[in-house]
């Protein structure tokens, strides 16, 4: 019998070849589960070591039974679909898959800022129904010398001001957890309130993680703050903003126009209003997709079970609060 049990959700006819490679030096038993109904989550995780994947299951009833359970690992960066505080509580750390897509995210937010600045959306559709001439679509904005505003400066935050410092822009980024070593090492502005970003900014790119501090931090105060000229562009989770704010904003053209790969709800509606704004540009939520963070995806989930397993913090532990009760879950364990 083996010393761990890793249960891993979604992948049950998969072969596991990069999760068997990061765990190999271990004594681990990996379960490939696809349960139909909750009460089956709940029999094979209750003896589990480490759980990996995510979605439907890894609710607080799940998670309440699973009493081994030192790590829940995503294959994503988002983890919004986990019941953090359910783990926390539980003595569990979650971990995300933290640098597996930031390249291909940060392009994405990068491909959205040239396509908006250059109207090519718009002068391509006007072009193909036979119209030479740009009307309104004339491309304006000179990109270098103009503003970029980064709320989040993370992995994919400084991605972003990395690959547009080569349009000798001014950078300004919002993030009160950064310190100010990465401030300088970046050559960028903090601003000590997120208002600040949309005001003065050409470009706005948001970049966080959803959760109970970023849900709706973005709505109609900020949106009524942004130049007329000003674009918005959102690669991470939609409900970081108030999307009713968004489109009344999009509608009445408080600012320009915006880029989106996210949506409050996913898949969105087909007659979600703003697929009816002529100053929108969106896509299915697949900033994060290539064939690279695919496979770094079950890398980095793997490595961080890996570290746990071991008895280290893992590098992509985002319940941090969880450190205090895993010494009083291990002394209870123990005793019992």
Same mark, same amino acid.
Request: a neutral charge.
């Given at each position: 019998?083996?010393?761990?049990?890793?249960?891993?959700?979604?992948?049950?006819?998969?072969?596991?070849?990069?999760?068997?490679?990061?765990?190999?030096?271990?004594?681990?038993?990996?379960?490939?589960?696809?349960?139909?109904?909750?009460?089956?989550?709940?029999?094979?995780?209750?003896?589990?070591?480490?759980?990996?994947?995510?979605?439907?299951?890894?609710?607080?009833?799940?998670?309440?039974?699973?009493?081994?359970?030192?790590?829940? %690992?995503?294959?994503?960066?988002?983890?919004?679909?986990?019941?953090?505080?359910?783990?926390?509580?539980?003595?569990?750390?979650?971990?995300?898959?933290?640098?597996?897509?930031?390249?291909?995210?940060?392009?994405?937010?990068?491909?959205?800022?040239?396509?908006?600045?250059?109207?090519?959306?718009?002068?391509?559709?006007?072009?193909?129904?036979?119209?030479?001439? %740009?009307?309104?679509?004339?491309?304006?904005?000179?990109?270098?010398?103009?503003?970029?505003?980064?709320?989040?400066?993370?992995?994919?935050?400084?991605?972003?001001?990395?690959?547009?410092?080569?349009?000798?822009?001014?950078?300004?980024?919002?993030?009160?957890?950064?310190?100010?070593?990465?401030?300088?090492?970046?050559?960028?502005?903090?601003?000590?309130?997120?208002?600040?970003?949309?005001?003065?900014?050409?470009?706005?790119?948001?970049?966080?993680?959803?959760?109970?501090?970023?849900?709706?931090?973005?709505?109609?105060?900020?949106?009524?703050?942004?130049?007329?000229? %000003?674009?918005?562009?959102?690669?991470?989770?939609?409900?970081?903003?108030?999307?009713?704010?968004?489109?009344?904003?999009?509608?009445?053209?408080?600012?320009?126009?915006?880029?989106?790969?996210?949506?409050?709800?996913?898949?969105?509606?087909?007659?979600?209003?703003?697929?009816?704004?002529?100053?929108?540009?969106?896509?299915?939520?697949?900033?994060?997709?290539?064939?690279?963070?695919?496979?770094?995806?079950?890398?980095?989930?793997?490595?961080?079970?890996?570290?746990?397993?071991?008895?280290?913090?893992?590098? %992509?532990?985002?319940?941090?609060?969880?450190?205090?009760?895993?010494?009083?879950?291990?002394?209870?364990?123990?005793?019992?």
């Amino acid at each position: 019998m083996a010393k761990f049990k890793v249960v891993v959700f979604g992948h049950s006819n998969d072969p596991m070849t990069q999760e068997r490679a990061e765990l190999e030096g271990l004594d681990v038993e990996i379960v490939q589960a696809d349960p139909k109904s909750e009460g089956e989550a709940m029999e094979i995780v209750k003896d589990a070591d480490a759980i990996m994947g995510g979605g439907f299951w890894q609710n607080d009833r799940v998670i309440n039974v699973a009493d081994k359970c030192q790590v829940l %690992a995503v294959y994503s960066h988002g983890f919004n679909h986990i019941d953090v505080d359910a783990c926390t509580k539980k003595g569990i750390i979650v971990t995300n898959a933290a640098g597996m897509c930031a390249e291909e995210v940060s392009n994405q937010a990068v491909a959205f800022l040239l396509a908006l600045n250059r109207q090519i959306p718009w002068l391509n559709t006007r072009l193909k129904a036979g119209t030479w001439d %740009a009307g309104p679509y004339r491309p304006k904005g000179t990109i270098d010398e103009e503003t970029l505003g980064i709320i989040g400066f993370g992995n994919i935050g400084r991605a972003v001001a990395r690959k547009m410092g080569g349009w000798r822009m001014k950078t300004l980024v919002y993030d009160p957890y950064i310190p100010p070593w990465i401030i300088k090492e970046y050559g960028v502005e903090q601003v000590g309130h997120k208002n600040d970003i949309f005001s003065r900014s050409d470009y706005v790119v948001v970049v966080v993680p959803l959760n109970k501090e970023t849900y709706h931090m973005i709505g109609a105060e900020q949106f009524k703050l942004m130049k007329k000229s %000003a674009f918005f562009i959102n690669v991470c989770r939609g409900s970081v903003v108030n999307e009713p704010d968004l489109i009344k904003a999009l509608k009445e053209k408080w600012f320009a126009a915006a880029g989106l790969d996210v949506f409050e709800k996913e898949p969105t509606d087909p007659n979600n209003p703003i697929f009816k704004l002529d100053n929108v540009i969106v896509a299915p939520h697949v900033a994060g997709s290539s064939v690279r963070s695919v496979v770094l995806s079950r890398s980095r989930a793997a490595q961080q079970v890996k570290a746990v397993l071991k008895g280290d913090w893992p590098l %992509a532990g985002q319940n941090a609060e969880v450190r205090a009760l895993i010494p009083m879950r291990r002394t209870a364990k123990s005793s019992a």
